[in-house]
């Protein structure tokens, strides 16, 4: 069966069939022709839901500011226990909505990072980053360091004492996924007081250029990322003039930068097989490996693109168990590294 016939022989729970709808039928609603966004519609398909106060459900969240001049803050998840001997990893999350929509505190968001604290048994942070068009690249980017740069540097009140910054993990999807890795490209020209960057979760990475890929031909109807609303976000989010060739989009292009002396570490590409996308994420987890990166890549086959917003989908189940996979393997190597003799977590 082609790519195609899969798309089209998708049998999906009614649901998130309606919420597919809803996404990509407000997203071109928002979107004008001029490369601006309707801010007050957009507003209004997304949904909020606020910090948790008092601990629901073995967690507590709190929001906290780091430069309101920009609207630049955090959502912070953190595990609640009577113990805090026990200490806990530390994900850095940035959202998807291809730099133009979402924020920390967008519905989906906020369910899938208190999913990723529950079941990792982690602290997350949610970034709030500056939206393109009204702020363009590099300025996703700036934000998404300067608040690595903070949670290094600063008193948080309320942090958990027992965070162990020397295991942290950056991680995003889609558009986050593309911040995630520049964040690693500006964190090797940068020496971090505690903070050390152990791994990098690259859920469906939002990567382009200006050639078409094989998947990008076939899947055409795939849902969500269609090729007409994925370039209609490049050009609102590059600084004028660019092309998809910009080497923050083509990662690995013509312009883009020599990742061979970059410290990048261990990465995990999540990919689905019926996102358009999937030809450059793969890319991603190739060149990282041929570059002598310790890279890895899990496919669920039948997923789509944002299939992780849904957690009736049964690829769902398999991607948080991925993911914790992932976190508790490069934590007990750091661990290790750190204590040769303790042979487990702590």
Not at 185 to 200: A, M, T, W
Not at 217 to 229: C, F, G, H, W
Not at 233 to 258: M, Y
Request: net charge negative; proline share 6%.
């Amino acid at each position: 069966m082609s790519k195609t016939d899969a798309v089209s022989a998708l049998q999906l729970p009614w649901r998130v069939k309606l919420m597919l709808f809803a996404i990509g039928s407000g997203t071109d609603l928002c979107c004008r022709s001029n490369s601006t966004v309707n801010r007050c519609l957009a507003h209004l398909f997304d949904f909020k839901s606020p910090p948790l106060n008092k601990p629901n459900n073995g967690l507590k969240s709190f929001d906290v500011t780091v430069d309101a001049s920009r609207n630049l803050w955090f959502r912070l998840y953190a595990p609640t226990s009577d113990s805090t001997s026990e200490s806990l990893p530390l994900i850095v999350y940035f959202h998807g909505g291809g730099f133009i929509f979402m924020a920390p505190d967008s519905k989906l968001i906020d369910h899938l990072c208190q999913s990723l604290a529950r079941e990792i048994s982690a602290v997350v942070i949610s970034v709030n980053y500056r939206l393109a068009p009204e702020h363009r690249c590099p300025c996703q980017y700036e934000d998404g360091f300067d608040v690595l740069k903070f949670i290094d540097a600063a008193a948080i009140e309320g942090f958990p004492a027992n965070v162990d910054l020397k295991r942290c993990f950056v991680a995003g999807d889609t558009s986050g996924g593309n911040i995630a890795h520049h964040m690693i490209l500006r964190s090797g020209e940068h020496e971090f007081r505690d903070l050390e960057i152990v791994g990098v979760i690259a859920i469906q990475p939002f990567f382009g250029g200006e050639e078409r890929t094989q998947s990008e031909k076939e899947l055409i109807r795939a849902p969500l990322a269609t090729m007409d609303r994925t370039d209609w976000f490049w050009k609102a989010f590059l600084p004028e003039g660019s092309d998809r060739d910009h080497p923050a989009v083509n990662i690995f292009g013509p312009n883009s930068a020599d990742l061979s002396n970059v410290r990048f570490p261990a990465i995990k590409v999540f990919v689905g097989g019926l996102d358009p996308l999937i030809d450059r994420q793969k890319r991603c987890y190739e060149e990282m490996k041929k570059l002598g990166k310790e890279s890895y890549l899990v496919e669920y086959q039948n997923a789509f693109h944002g299939f992780y917003g849904f957690p009736e989908l049964p690829e769902w189940a398999l991607f948080i168990r991925d993911v914790v996979d992932f976190v508790q393997t490069q934590s007990s190597k750091m661990i290790s590294r750190r204590n040769p003799n303790h042979n487990s977590m702590d």
